[in-house]
């Protein structure tokens, strides 16, 4: 279940970003850049957060861990795209 749903907000930020870029009239090759650019951060970025939550004891499962990993890069990302809107 968490597999899916890490692979839906990595896909699914990719998508909107992708969307988003190409709403505001940029070129096709440079929305598809960006998105796979996203997609990298995203990878790189939940491999970190995998590695810093399995040093830390408080996560008593990987589920949870999985959660919160999701929670942050779907936060990291929200904030990447609202600041692009300005």
Do not use: P, Q
């Not at 940029?26 to 590695?51: G, P, Q, R, W």
């Amino acid at each position: 279940m968490e597999t899916y749903l890490l692979i839906g907000v990595m896909f699914g930020s990719s998508g909107y970003d992708f969307y988003n870029l190409k709403s505001s009239g940029k070129k096709t090759t440079e929305c598809l850049k960006s998105a796979s650019y996203t997609f990298c951060f995203n990878l790189i970025l939940l491999v970190v957060l995998a590695l810093v939550f399995s040093s830390l004891t408080i996560f008593s499962s990987e589920k949870s861990m999985a959660i919160w990993a999701i929670i942050l890069v779907a936060a990291i990302n929200f904030l990447r795209f609202k600041g692009r809107k300005k």
